[in-house]
């Protein structure tokens, strides 16, 4: 709080009112002066929010507020600037909130719920400033990374037992979030892709009822939310034999994600780790076929900062945790993504995804 231009911050973004509280419930605001933070919620979550609250040990105190939590939010913030304005003649009156999270009419409302002087002036739109906090990890949120990823290595070993020629490829996203719940996941961190075949070549294909093919790619994208902490991985494995250029274009991938994941490094620019996948595909004349960036931040949720894109001058710092995942598409015909987790340290990378990546036939 002492290093950003506002007194005072409103928190609405549920993500970042878990990183700062602890509270996991659907409905809150967090209040946030120099000297005091506040959650606010409804009773439905009296019990839950103390609970969870406390045993974040950050010093938030909560308030169950009767009408909307973010109104009562901006009331309590209000009134807490007004005294200490009133206290000490520096204090401005003014709330940063989320710019990006924040509607129109979420605004307006705040608004008409002010004293009319502070209408005009108090609510002061800002960046995000959780977000980039939560890009960096701490050691405990680090070691339940490590477990949501292992949970994944378990599922993809699973799942190797369940495929075969015929089966639809909703069965297979059955079985992994199946077995995912079974195992203690909260959910899944977003909607399971399972493309088989021709529809490999979607690089987003959620599972359809297309039965496995006797012959072809099987490309599985998948993450399970554990102790509130995402994971993402993605294999592409082989039913039947591959041909010769099948082989050929999955070893290219392959060689552009161990590329990418060898460049991991505190310092190195996101761009330089996009690069390094890149340029292989390039010197082999697949890059065309690369069509999304190499990777993204994940954590709490699935996709955050940073970005490892193409010229992405934002550095790598310790703690942060990105995806690496670089694909080759050809529309029509065949498609193939490898994806690993992997943490950021000061002399290279932490492969939090522990699966096989030589090409499996099934
Ligand atoms: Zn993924
Ligand atoms: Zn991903």
Same mark, same amino acid.
């Given at each position: 709080?002492?290093?950003?231009?506002?007194?005072?911050?409103?928190?609405?973004?549920? &993500?970042?009112?878990?990183?700062?509280?602890?509270?996991?419930?659907?409905?809150?605001? #967090?209040?946030?002066?120099?000297?005091?933070?506040?959650?606010?919620?409804?009773?439905?979550?009296?019990?839950?929010?103390?609970?969870?609250?406390?045993?974040?040990?950050?010093?938030?105190?909560?308030?169950?507020?009767?009408?909307?939590?973010?109104?009562?939010?901006?009331?309590? @913030?209000? =009134?807490?600037?007004?005294? /200490?304005?009133? =206290?000490?003649?520096?204090?401005?009156?003014?709330?940063?909130?989320?710019?990006?999270?924040?509607?129109? =009419?979420?605004? +307006?409302?705040?608004?008409? %719920?002010?004293?009319?002087?502070?209408?005009?002036?108090?609510?002061?739109?800002?960046?995000?400033?959780?977000?980039?906090?939560?890009?960096?990890? +701490?050691? +405990?949120?680090?070691?339940?990374?490590?477990?949501?990823?292992?949970?994944? +290595?378990?599922?993809?070993?699973?799942?190797?037992?369940?495929?075969? &020629?015929?089966?639809?490829?909703? $069965?297979?996203?059955?079985? @992994?979030?199946?077995?995912?719940?079974?195992?203690?996941?909260?959910?899944?961190?977003? *909607?399971?892709?399972? $493309?088989?075949?021709?529809?490999?070549?979607? &690089?987003?294909?959620?599972?359809?009822?297309?039965?496995?093919?006797?012959?072809?790619?099987?490309?599985?994208?998948?993450?399970?939310? @554990?102790?509130?902490?995402?994971?993402?991985?993605?294999?592409?494995?082989?039913?039947?034999?591959?041909?010769?250029?099948?082989?050929?274009?999955?070893?290219?991938?392959?060689?552009?994600?161990?590329?990418?994941?060898?460049?991991?490094?505190?310092?190195?620019?996101?761009?330089?780790?996009?690069? %390094?996948?890149?340029?292989? #595909?390039?010197?082999? /004349?697949?890059?065309?076929?690369?069509?999304?960036?190499?990777?993204?931040?994940?954590?709490?949720?699935?996709?955050?900062?940073?970005?490892?894109?193409?010229?992405?001058? *934002?550095?790598?710092?310790?703690?942060?945790?990105?995806?690496?995942?670089?694909?080759?598409?050809?529309?029509?015909?065949?498609?193939?993504?490898?994806?690993?987790?992997?943490?950021?340290?000061?002399?290279?990378?932490?492969?939090?995804?522990?699966?096989?990546?030589?090409?499996?036939?099934?």
């Amino acid at each position: 709080m002492a290093a950003i231009p506002v007194p005072a911050l409103l928190i609405t973004n549920l &993500p970042d009112v878990r990183y700062l509280s602890g509270f996991t419930g659907s409905n809150a605001a #967090l209040a946030i002066t120099r000297r005091a933070a506040r959650l606010f919620t409804d009773g439905r979550y009296t019990t839950q929010a103390a609970e969870e609250v406390k045993a974040a040990g950050l010093g938030v105190k909560v308030e169950i507020a009767s009408g909307p939590a973010s109104v009562a939010a901006i009331q309590w @913030l209000a =009134a807490q600037l007004g005294e /200490q304005a009133a =206290a000490d003649k520096t204090t401005i009156l003014q709330v940063g909130f989320d710019a990006t999270h924040t509607t129109v =009419a979420e605004v +307006d409302r705040w608004r008409e %719920a002010l004293p009319s002087k502070l209408r005009r002036k108090l609510l002061t739109p800002t960046a995000s400033l959780v977000e980039p906090l939560r890009h960096l990890k +701490d050691e +405990d949120e680090l070691a339940v990374m490590r477990q949501a990823a292992a949970l994944g +290595d378990e599922l993809f070993s699973h799942i190797l037992t369940i495929i075969q &020629p015929g089966i639809p490829e909703t $069965a297979i996203a059955a079985e @992994l979030e199946y077995q995912a719940r079974m195992r203690g996941a909260e959910g899944m961190s977003f *909607e399971t892709i399972v $493309a088989s075949g021709v529809r490999s070549a979607l &690089p987003h294909g959620r599972a359809t009822q297309t039965p496995l093919p006797r012959r072809g790619f099987l490309t599985m994208d998948f993450g399970v939310i @554990l102790n509130g902490y995402c994971s993402d991985m993605t294999r592409t494995v082989y039913l039947g034999k591959p041909s010769i250029a099948e082989r050929n274009v999955y070893e290219a991938v392959l060689a552009a994600q161990e590329s990418a994941v060898a460049a991991v490094r505190a310092g190195v620019t996101c761009g330089e780790v996009d690069e %390094a996948a890149r340029s292989i #595909l390039r010197d082999v /004349q697949l890059a065309d076929w690369f069509t999304h960036s190499t990777g993204h931040g994940v954590g709490i949720e699935i996709h955050e900062g940073p970005r490892i894109a193409a010229n992405q001058a *934002e550095k790598l710092a310790p703690g942060m945790v990105i995806t690496i995942e670089p694909g080759v598409y050809f529309p029509g015909d065949f498609g193939i993504r490898i994806e690993d987790m992997v943490a950021v340290t000061r002399t290279g990378g932490e492969v939090l995804t522990h699966s096989p990546k030589a090409l499996i036939e099934l």
